[in-house]
T-cell receptor, first 114, second 111 residues
Framework: DAGITQSPRHKVTETGTPVTLRCHQTENHRYMYWYRQDPGHGLRLIHYSYGVKDTDKGEVSDGYSVSRSKTEDFLLTLESATSSQTSVYFC?????????????FGSGTRLTVV | DAKTTQPPSMDCAEGRAANLPCNHSTISGNEYVYWYRQIHSQGPQYIIHGLKNNETNEMASLIITEDRKSSTLILPHATLRDTAVYYCIVREQYNFNKFYFGSGTKLNVKP
């Protein structure tokens, strides 16, 4: 989607290796989110950020860490990838938290841990 | 946890209206109903949202029952490109980390 890009789009990695996914936005939105999507589970929130250096955990945060050193970038790191972290990862941005602000999602990163 | 119930799948003929139901019987007074859709493997796309009044935009209409325990998303003239998974989400106002996606409804628009 315009204004939000995820990289890489696809990645295959080995169990036990560290992996970093990047979300980049050009909208200057304050709020950024990482979701994962798995069959039968819909989208589940991993971590979110409400400003530079301000982050918090979502419902499935174990095994993941995030960092936000600049407004435009939100990084998701798998410290030691496991096969259970094979998934499609979506980043989302939001201008605000009031109800009028919906989310804009990126195109996703397909991660396979072998 | 998702606070909505949707049928897993529905079919609709091209050119006809698609009516997608959603139950949210535990919705509280400050919670909004949002609809998103996800086409194939793309990121979810915002469609519409509402509190208690019916809403309409260029994509769809949202009908919310008077007791707010259920709602219906209406695509007035479905096309093949509307084939997607549609998510009904109940969102607490001002609580941005409470935006939970359920499993959604797979809408199949057929020629």
């Amino acid at each position: 989607d315009a204004g939000i890009t995820q990289s890489p789009r696809h990645k295959v990695t080995e169990t036990g290796t560290p992996v970093t996914l990047r979300c980049h936005q050009t909208e200057n939105h304050r709020y950024m989110y990482w979701y994962r999507q798995d069959p039968g589970h819909g989208l589940r929130l991993i971590h979110y950020s409400y400003g530079v250096k301000d982050t918090d955990k979502g419902e499935v945060s174990d095994g993941y860490s995030v960092s936000r050193s600049k407004t435009e970038d939100f990084l998701l790191t798998l410290e030691s990838a496991t096969s259970s972290q094979t998934s499609v990862y979506f980043c989302a941005i939001s201008e605000g938290t009031a109800v009028n602000y919906g989310y804009t999602f990126g195109s996703g990163t397909r991660l396979t841990v072998v | 946890d998702a606070k909505t119930t949707q049928p897993p799948s529905m079919d609709c003929a091209e050119g006809r209206a698609a009516n997608l139901p959603c139950n949210h019987s535990t919705i509280s007074g400050n919670e909004y109903v949002y609809w998103y859709r996800q086409i194939h493997s793309q990121g979810p796309q915002y469609i519409i949202h509402g509190l208690k009044n019916n809403e309409t935009n260029e994509m769809a209409s949202l009908i919310i029952t008077e007791d707010r325990k259920s709602s219906t998303l209406i695509l007035p003239h479905a096309t093949l490109r509307d084939t997607a998974v549609y998510y009904c989400i109940v969102r607490e106002q001002y609580n941005f980390n409470k935006f939970y996606f359920g499993s959604g409804t797979k809408l199949n628009v057929k020629p």
